[in-house]
């Protein structure tokens, strides 16, 4: 009995030691395991220890065989044996040698960081700083919603960087024989998958630029050697692409402010561009290369790449969207099979922007692209590229942020023009249905492009659409903007406009004589007449009068002036018995105002008299109210 409450004692003083012994572990960092594998490592080496059967007896309790703890301490030290091979040269092998993931150079792993961070707190890796920040549990809402504000935005995508791997350069193209050189190519390749994180500007500088100069390296074997592609480069290169460039591209925002204006706000550039644009430069050269093959690109270069390829042009960085312009023009050029469906993509990224989202970066992008496509379309056009043009590119006018892409659809338009001079009519109506009423910075915009249209406008096409276009015309020339009146009045500085008005004059001067006419005189009715009450028939005097009158803007009246002397010049019946008219109308004009004013006196009367007699008369007054008296 005495014996066995000896074991049961050494037991317990054993245990609470052991206790001890994992909290000092745990505070000092060691791994708990590490002293019980190292005398389990010197257990196994001695052999099979060997335990009292009469102790074991009386104590009761079963204890740990020596040789499963030897076995744990072999697990936890193993022996390392080095091979007396010739060592082979093989780029797979030398690229895993080169990106270590087990480093001790480098960041520390996740669970050693889980391990030393305090009080178990998790810090996550992320390429956004403003994950990092704290978030307050409870928000008092009078006075903590002034204290939090997001930090300004550093990127307009986000990139996942890979887990920590040191990377270490290969060899050159030169230092391998040409035999070798298409393995080394691949190995490279593959390295640059390693991603970087370019929110910390000291973040593992080495490694960055380790992987600008062997994206450098790659560009200068593409051009300057000549090499059959072989179906494997066509897989890594285009893995790499995606694996460095296809990421999410959130919607812009403003962290404090108003909602973010791609009109006023100034965009986000890529921290990550350094690599960026070697990717892209690499990639670029890839496709333009005469050794390239697109039967065997095509099974890597399909449909869903296209698809993320163009979501990529809603980048804040104009750099990237110039660089994707380029690439997406190169595939459509060397991919027959897929210009249809490129097309139609690139349709659906307007529609949407139309008639949902009114925000999208790279529309003026995918319109340039558009403009040189349009370019090359085989005569006559198809009717599925008319159809294009009136359900898509026309109402591109009515969005707000026209100013951005503008020039681009403008270029289209005309493009569309020259192919198919028929669809003039169906193009100047939808510009007259979006025309803009209060904008006058847009309306200005639209003028340009009817300059533009005036310019491959042919003459019968113009016949058709005279009318309601200088009906317009004339409202901006009435335009109390003075730029949007200016813009219209110098369309007579165009010979050919000026041509197409004079051969049509007989409908155009009769709609736009009354705007022009009131800039050159803004004089009361009784000044447009001689002595002897007749109309002035004198245009130079009027032009004179008003000039000499100080009104709003002279350079104004001086273009007015000009246009209507070139039609009294050309067609002087004409001027006559527009002129004629117009004063007919300013007299008629002038009666219906005195009627009215007459009959605005008539009725006040009325109501006074009214007054009157309901103070001296109520009773009848109340009766003519209600119908009673006849």
């Known amino acids: 009995m005495m014996r066995g409450f000896k074991q049961k004692l050494i037991k317990k003083t054993t245990g609470s030691s052991s206790s001890t012994q994992k909290k000092k572990d745990k505070e000092t960092g060691k791994k708990p395991g590490s002293a019980n594998g190292a005398a ?28 499963d703890a030897g076995k744990s301490g072999a697990g936890a030290a193993p022996k390392v044996k080095v091979a007396a091979k010739k060592e082979e040269r093989s780029y797979p092998t030398m690229i895993a040698a080169a990106v270590s993931p087990g480093s001790t150079s480098g960041p520390p792993s996740p669970k050693e960081a889980e391990a030393a961070s305090p009080n178990g707190i998790d810090i996550p890796r992320s390429s956004h700083s403003f994950e990092r920040l704290p978030t307050p549990t409870k928000l008092n809402p009078d006075t903590d919603l002034e204290l939090i504000k997001t930090p300004q935005r550093h990127s307009s995508s986000r990139f996942e960087p890979s887990r920590y791997t040191q990377i270490s350069k290969l060899p050159g193209f030169d230092d391998v024989p040409p035999e070798e050189q298409i393995s080394l190519f691949i190995a490279k390749v593959d ?91 690499f990639f670029l050269r890839f496709v333009e290369s005469p050794d390239f093959n697109h039967q065997i690109a095509k099974q890597f270069i399909d449909q869903e790449f296209i698809l993320k390829l163009l979501e990529l042009f809603d980048s804040e960085d104009i750099r990237e969207r110039d660089c994707l312009k ?73 969005v707000r942020c026209l100013s951005l892409y503008h020039p681009q659809l403008a270029y289209c338009i005309v493009q569309f023009l020259e192919k198919e001079p028929m669809l003039t009519e169906e193009v100047i109506m939808g510009l007259l249905r979006y ?16 300059e533009d249209i005036f310019e491959v406008i042919e003459p019968l096409e113009f016949i058709k659409v005279e009318v309601p276009l ?90 007015a002036f000009k246009a209507l002397k070139i039609f009294l010049e050309t067609n002087p019946v004409l001027y006559e018995n527009c002129n004629s008219l117009y004063l007919s109308s300013l007299k008629e004009s002038q009666k219906r105002r005195e009627k009215r004013e007459e009959n605005w006196n008539k009725l006040q009367e009325y109501v006074r008299n009214l007054h009157i007699s309901s103070v001296d008369n109520p009773v009848a007054v109340d009766r003519i109210g209600t119908g009673d008296l006849h």
């Open 40 to 67: 389990g490592a010197v257990g196994g080496s001695g052999g099979r220890a060997t335990v009292d059967k009469k102790e074991q007896k009386g104590s009761g309790a079963k204890q740990p065989k020596a040789k």
């Open 191 to 281: 390295q640059c998958n390693i991603m970087f994180d370019f929110s910390d500007p000291s973040f593992d500088i080495h490694g960055k630029e380790i992987k600008r100069i062997t994206l450098q390296e790659l560009i200068e074997f593409i051009v300057t050697n000549r090499f059959t592609y072989t179906e494997e480069m066509y897989g890594h290169v285009v893995n790499m692409f995606k694996v460095n460039l296809f990421r999410p591209i959130p919607p812009p925002v403003n962290p404090i402010g108003d909602v973010y204006d791609p009109d006023e706000d100034e965009p986000v550039n890529e921290l990550a561009w350094p690599h960026m644009q070697c990717v892209y430069e």
């Open 326 to 398: 380029t690439t997406l023009h190169r595939i459509y050029g060397k991919f027959l099979s897929l210009r249809s469906f490129i097309r139609r993509s690139i349709n659906n990224i307007f529609l949407q922007f139309v008639y949902e989202t009114e925000r999208f970066n790279g529309i003026a992008e995918l319109l340039e692209i558009l403009g040189s496509i349009i370019n090359g379309f085989a005569l006559p056009l198809k009717e599925e590229h008319k159809v294009f043009l009136v359900r898509i590119l026309i109402p591109l006018h009515k």
């Open 435 to 450: 025309w803009p009423k209060v904008n006058s910075t847009k309306e200005i915009m639209f003028l340009n492009e009817i």
């Open 470 to 559: 200088f009906v317009q015309l004339a409202k901006c020339i009435s335009s109390p903007h003075f730029q949007v009146a200016e813009k219209v009045l110098s369309y007579w500085n165009n010979e050919y406009f000026l041509n197409l008005c004079i051969e049509n004059a007989e409908v155009i001067l009769p709609i736009i004589f009354p705007a022009l006419y009131e800039l050159t005189s803004q004089l009361d009715l009784d000044s447009q007449t001689d002595e002897e009450g007749n109309p002035n028939q004198d245009p130079y005097m009027l032009v004179e009068q008003a000039i000499n009158s100080g009104s709003w803007n002279r350079a104004i009246h001086a273009m």
